[in-house]
């Protein structure tokens, strides 16, 4: 603004011998100044005030097709009317684990490049929106090495690591890493549940902001990272029992009913194929009735703490409501990656048969449920297939998006994020941060998919988890785990590896990973899994 003021100036009085040819009186001159300044200022007052608020939602190990709006029986009936007042985006993707995807979210950049959790060589998305006057909040899981109020938030109220007991706060290893703000928080001994605790906090510095003249003129940027429903698969009994009996008829047919949603919502084209099942996973009716019932309650939990995760988007909507925000603000809501496949219940929660709305239970689901909640694709987190890293992905803007309730396609990553916010804060990339020098942003910004714009193509993707746990996206075709070969617009569930037929493609695509990679700082070669 100052800039614009100064040039104003300077072309005001290099027109002054004009007025005075004129005979204009001085202060005729003087207050058209006046006029131009005040016209200025409130251009600029006028701009800052319809740049949207942003809100940012992220659940942990949430499976493609889990909600109501992508084709899942989970009731979710407030992220469904944001999906159905904005848009949805079938394609978009994640780096398929927690701390990978955390790291390339806050920085805009590829994780490999800024030392995962070290976040290093980078201007983090609060810390650039905060360039941009934006008061910036967080609750919820980090997951990332410092704290978040050392990167670019104002207030935070969440646990440091990467998972936790819902209702004790506990890590797995028996501490706790709750923080508020800087300081240690010491989690009550009843009354408490992650999912309720993280909207509490959200809604309470949205409320404090109200209380500052100085914020509350500017926008806000709110992150709120649910850790539902990673495990341990803990909910609230009355939650449990909504869906205690409705899994009975097993994971293949949970599939098949999805992906019969899918079509008719229009999520997938009516010519989508299902994945395979896994050789290892068995026919559901093969298991005893015992353990079809312990399935049936796992699979209950999971679906309980992704409606509870719902019911808090729907509180949050209603204090956005409440403050008047709600028109001029973005809300993007995600997944940090596909279903989680491991088995990691605890020996004790096994041998007490604790319910899972116990305080000391410490239950999982395995790739059984989790293949089934990444209808239709193959694989599930850490992987890069695309069960792995494909992401539900919500926009809801009413002032800024046209033409809701559409399906947006085209190919998208979580580097892109971190470009559609700085675009939104009227932010230029900047070359160094704290005085040291950071490294190339990787997005492309979704700012013209609001207005149904041409936005620009990614000409290539890279994704990495570890050396067996690999991809390169170029157009239509995607390499996995540096052997397989697919054409993701004709075969996106990786059914038919072309790798055999195209051997000179996968040359040319096996040797851009290495240049890539080496790029990006990675420094171990691809293996086969």
Known sequence: MFQKVRHCLAYTISYAPRFRKLHMPFHYYSLALVLVLVAIAFGANHAKAERPNVVLIMVDDMGYSDLGCYGGEIKTPNLDRLATGGIRFTNFTNCGKCETTRATLMSG??????????????????????????HTMMTGKWHLKGSPVDRGFDRYFGFLNGASNFFTGESVYGRTYFRLDHQEFWVPKEGFYCTDDFTDYAMRFLDDREKHTTQKANPFFLYVAYNAPHYPLQAPREEVNKYQGKYMDGWDMLRKTRLARMKKMGVVPPDQKLSSRPQNIEEFKLLSAQEQAHRDLMMATYAGMIDRVDQNVGRLLKKLDSLGESDNTLILFLSDNGACPFQRSQKKTIEHNFAPWNPDSFWCYDQRWAHACNTPWRKFKQNQHEGGVATPLIAHWPKGITNPGRFERQRGH?????????????????KQHHGQPIGAARGISLVPHFTQKRREEHKELFYYFNSSKTAL?????????SSELYNIREDRIESNDLAATHPERLERMQARWHELAERYGVRESPKKP
């Open 473 to 481: 996206l170029q157009g239509d075709w995607k390499l996995v785990d």
């Open 109 to 134: 950049r590829y994780h490999t490049e800024v030392g995962k959790g070290a976040l290093r060589r980078c201007i983090t998305m609060p810390e650039i929106m905060k360039l941009g006057g934006y």
């Open 414 to 430: 979580l580097v892109d994020l971190h470009a559609t916010c700085r675009e939104l804060a009227g932010v230029d990339y900047p």
